[in-house]
């Protein structure tokens, strides 16, 4: 007797359809053929409602942190919207000083997408969370109806471990402090843009889309925890509207020296056709550190050392302003503002 | 960036200014009107006026064709594709625009049905052009703006809708004039602050303008008006540069109009886009200029051969003028009277974010060039 | 106003169209408002058309002139 | 000088824009003015990556759990997105034995839908919070294409604390063990359907959704720990889905007593109208409890006891059955399958 | 629910239960098909075998609406989707009926461009000539299934939409009527397994149908197969009362035409209904009945005076047949030679999820009522 | 197949529709196929119309013989 066979999933041309997000058997087929096979760890088999986690070491606070990702398109050069979603969240996590330690995932499908392009995008996450240390304990999945979505939403968030000593945070710059950055701005947005159809160009720029809880654990080992005040990942809005947070939240003002800031050459050419300044791109996989004076030589040849900050450099200073401005230096010696992000950046013909 | 690199270089930055200071004569002060957005761009966002002594000022014209489109303009796309069920292409520029109602295209967008209609951004007039080919059921309308740089592509799109008898695609037509502009701000009658107004000593010209229009249609800046014009490329070297000349020119007591910009522009122009621009458009009687108000003879419109693709024609529309706000001082800041944090409006009311009036739609608006890249000069910083 | 940046034609496509490049980025842009380019040359490349070509003898002089002006007076007349 | 002013969201007539999730001053001020405002907690105001937060106590495991909520129509008797996607989540938690401590939010809203309504979802989520002690530490808003979303979607995870003696878990279920719900199905699944514009009729049918881990603590207060073998929320897929995740999770079968399953009579009466069955619509404030024999008075008497278990039934017991099975025995006394769901609880005709 | 839970009742089930294990004969067998969908649901849903004796056996008829439409029409539906940008409307019950190349409506729905098309679920004919109405741009053609009952409201929309001169509105007609397939199940050739083939003792006639039809159009089958027929209403106690009615027959040798259903169904049906339906349609020459084949003058036609509303005639659309899965045992499980778990299919490649043949496709199906509810009678069950 | 319930007709509506009650959700439905229907009589709702009135004497006769059968005999006879 049969009792429980299931035709398995077709992955090869299949598509997503609103069974799949009922909740009956063809969800719980999605999640067992796909989800769970891609993730694979004991919390995700259990199949229950969460997953039970061992808690952090005595001493440790939780870090949670969580990010929804909408990227369109969904594959782009140098990553998809699987593995951004993993660094994303882990991200956010590192540069709270945590260690990441799991991650839950929320999936937002629509229906018609393609399952094979589905599979593609969880094992591209799949494989980010194993490569990261970090693993997708629960999830939940809902289909949409064709026009109420875009192809594939994730929502992940994180939960990390702080040790005690640990506690950097927007609020924390102070004047004298020196800005890093662990490498070169603007790869992730100008990527996304080029394969955008509207726009396309040519060019080898990809997204730096990576984990960097490895880097700021190499900053940790580094310098005394103290010194460093404050971690950002620049991502949207990009490296101006991160250092205006920090000044904002810190009630400082920040002085950048433009000709400091490492930006790739085609990030720089294709910003010049479009009309666009690469310091308001996202990044995805960069580090911004304002990190105590004295500490500030040790923190640039920490980062230096890892294989995510070898192009890291010095680019400013935090300086006493009741207004939190930041000010750039341009490279012809004059000085400018450099402001929040206002609106999208656009591509601009004047 | 070969040709680009080269003039963004510190060093020769710093000597050509030292230059100026050295040149520019202690006793006296200097007003220029840089009349391009590009050049008001350059200028903030590489903190040129640092560069300069404080007896030679700035003044930034008119010349972004976003911040000269008046409300009503916009407010004609905007009812096309909400009340029409068109879809508007337009350039990026053009979305954040304000309209009536607190509107823009990007809020309007908002609220459209996007099966019927739509608001989208394009890069090239040509894309709009593909749009209407590839979607024959989609009515398409270029909402098409700018100065004489972007009229060229607009008439060849145009030129090529007649060829294919496109029957869903149509142009609505905002190219304006340089020199007209121009004029209107050396004709402009003193306002209420005429006291305070500004002499202009000169006019750093347009870049890409002028390698369409050539130089030729600046004469009467000197003929008839005695001012000097330098015209300019875009970079920061290229506005310093034509500064030092144009600071030559008011010490030697010469207007002419010089050419700094000599890689790209010659006194003729590109007579070939001239041919195509002069077959596909014709004057405007009047048009209205968002701060500088109704100029004749100052704008174009599609020829009655194209009235099948111009959008104006084939929808049957009309404008209606909108006033800025009161308070709104961009006519006496684009006429140097005043500078944008003189207006009351400046960073409470009026930001980038919900710009009130035509100098701050643009990152090249005078007021948007002020809040987004020099409002630190407003307050003293304490140094690091 | 009028974004527009030099490029170097990389490559002639048909329909009077051209491949440019800037800084390690190709684009493809229509040549119809321009006649005469040829492979080498550097057009001034707006919302995907060139508008002139760059006259790169002059280019060169422009920064000449750059350097020039920064010569102190002393030096030049030395 | 005025520097940093930016005129208050427009929360009357406004609507989302593309601005709002570009990550620049739109989007701070978004977050500032409505989701901050009506969070207001002190870790969500740090405004950082993540919001730091206290471990469990010594000896306790963490919970994490994840829901994306997609719900259409958004406001639906008995509640809206907003608490749903509070309730949601902790109920997941709950289910787990978990204390839930925590929430964080991801939005993505679609351009052009209306500030007045999202602030009615933000402040519903809010009051939902408050009223559940969870607060929301941290959150992330994405704003997407009109025709790419559906007005609002949320995606929430909850971290909880779950005591050292407490193991709940789908395969603990064993024969013998008895199955208790804390009252009557198919309500939220019902209350969506009576509003979806193309089915409309009239009725008081409102959505049962509410946060339940007061009534698990009430168990938990009751009997030995030892003794709740399972907790599960029946959402997506009703009852029969649940049990039958049960049954194969632990490996058994299952006796229901159909007459003994608490259905409100309007909620019966839609379904003859619409051909569906109660027992597949979704329950967002609704416990299954499967319990060991001798505590199955305790558990009913204490579910009985708190208002959200009013009218808590028990309505079956745990079987032996290599092909864990869940049988029905009807009201006129004969046998059948309670299946899984099998697509989606489509209205029929035949 | 007044009219409803009477007719639920569980002590009187035990009491007509009694009844017929009583009245049956212990020395034979008894075998009846319930023809109507509706009936097998009852009986699967409310366990009825559990209370009728070993040797009453009942077997589940091809009144499925569902069920019995082919794959070819389906594909029909499909293909005005996907090729000529049409929105299908349709009951639920529609959505997930299998068609060629794996698709489903549902499927389909997901490969569709929805600016252009879509595939809808609507209550009643009503919401889709609606629809229609209210987005006048929109090609709409509802795909009208059903028997008897549903022929009714499908012709007063047709009636409706010509009223109102509706262009953008038709429908895609598989109304069949049940007297037709009666009269198959009765003629058809003994298969393969003839041997094995049960001898039909009688029919439990269907519930709504007949409010529509009346009973006389059962005569036949008393007249010329010398069957009885008890027409029942769907609730359990109804089937069980029609059984013991049917019990009765059998044991006095009698073969007529009785009426369970008397407080819904009279002899000669709903009038009005009936012209109306004669207004709008005629018999189709013939039609394919998924699991029986093609049946003469099984099903109806739209009348040539609504051919504007026909979408067989609007489309030039033709039928083209696709046959059942080889393995597939629908044909003889109809026939009662076999049971749905000898199928080799059955609970493998062949579930509700993925049907392969009509028995599995609604839960009214043969299959699918096995497999949903009575699976668990195929394996011996250790008790609690 | 062709679901359909008796449903009370609580109210008549213009264009041959009404409002029917059934255990206290109301819909409203199409009485365009049955005539003479008045408030208080129960319909058989199929798809949003009313395909037959219910005969409420009927109903009741089927239920006694429900009853009826379910008598033993040795009851029937006593
Ligand atoms: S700040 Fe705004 S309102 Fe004031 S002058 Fe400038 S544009 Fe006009
Ligand atoms: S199980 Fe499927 S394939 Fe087999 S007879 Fe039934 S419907 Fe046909
Ligand atoms: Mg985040
Ligand atoms: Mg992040
Ligand atoms: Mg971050
Ligand atoms: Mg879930
Ligand atoms: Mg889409
Ligand atoms: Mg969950
Ligand atoms: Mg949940
Ligand atoms: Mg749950
Ligand atoms: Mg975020
Ligand atoms: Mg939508």
Known sequence: ?350 | MKYVDEFRDGELARGIGAAIAREADPARHYAFMEFCGGHTHAISRYGVVDLLPANVRMIHGPGCPVCVLPVGRIDMAIRLAMERAVTICTYGDCLRVPASGGLSLLKARARLDKNRADIRMVYSAADALALAQREPQREVVFLAIGFETTTPPTALVLRQARALGLANFSVLCNHVLTPAAIRAILHAPAGAGADARVKLDGFVGPAHVSTVIGSRPYDFVAGQHHKPVVIAGFEPLDVMQSILMLVRQVNDGRAEIENEFTRAVTREGNLKAQALVDEVFTLRDSYEWRGLGSLPDSALRIRPEFAAWDAEAKFGLDYAPVPDHKSCECGTILRGEKRPADCKLFGTACTPETPMGSCMVSSEGACAAHYNYGRFRDIPVAAA | MCLAIPARVAELLPDDRARVELGGVAKEISLALVDGVAIGDYVIVHVGYALSKLDQREAEATLALFAQAGLTPSLEDA
């Open chain 1, 1 to 350: 007797m049969k009792t429980h066979y299931t035709r398995p999933l077709d992955l090869r041309s299949g598509r997503v359809d609103m069974n799949h997000g009922a909740g009956g058997r063809a969800t719980a087929q999605l999640v067992a053929e796909l989800f769970a096979r891609a993730f694979d760890n004991p919390w995700l088999g259990q199949g229950d409602d969460g997953a039970v986690l061992p808690a952090p070491a005595p001493g440790e606070r939780l870090v949670m942190a969580t990010d929804g990702h909408v990227v369109s398109p969904l594959f782009f050069p140098g990553g998809d919207i699987g593995s951004l979603a993993v660094h994303g969240t882990v991200n956010d996590l590192a540069v709270m000083g945590a260690r990441p330690l799991y991650l839950s995932a929320s999936f937002i499908l629509e229906e018609g997408y393609p399952l094979a392009d589905l599979k593609r995008i969880v094992d591209s996450m799949a494989a980010a969370s194993r490569a990261a240390g970090v693993p997708v304990v629960t999830g939940d999945t809902k289909v949409v109806e064709q026009g109420k979505g875009d192809g594939v939403f994730i929502a992940t968030t994180g939960i990390g471990a702080l040790p005690a000593e640990r506690s950097p945070g927007g609020a924390r710059a102070r004047p004298g402090d020196v800005v890093l950055v662990s490498g070169s701005m603007g790869d992730h947005g100008m990527a996304i843009l080029a394969v955008r159809e509207s726009l396309a160009f040519d060019s080898e720029i990809r997204s730096d889309s990576a984990a960097l809880h490895g880097l700021v654990e190499a900053l940790y080992a580094a310098l005394p925890a103290e010194a460093i005040r404050v971690l950002r990942d620049p991502t949207r809005g990009g490296l101006a509207t991160t250092l205006n947070e920090i000044a904002r939240q810190s009630g400082a003002g920040m002085r950048i020296e433009e000709a400091a800031v490492p930006v790739h050459p085609q990030v720089e050419a294709a910003c010049e056709l479009l009309g666009l300044d690469p310091l308001y791109l996202a990044n995805e996989g960069k580090l911004i550190a304002v990190v105590a004076p004295e500490s500030a030589d040790a923190a640039l040849a920490a980062l230096r050392a890892h294989p995510l900050g070898s192009a890291a450099a010095r680019i400013g200073t935090v300086v006493e302003d009741a207004h939190h401005f930041v000010q750039l230096a341009t490279p012809l010696g004059g000085q400018r503002m450099l402001d929040w992000l206002s609106g999208e950046p656009l591509p601009r013909i004047c």
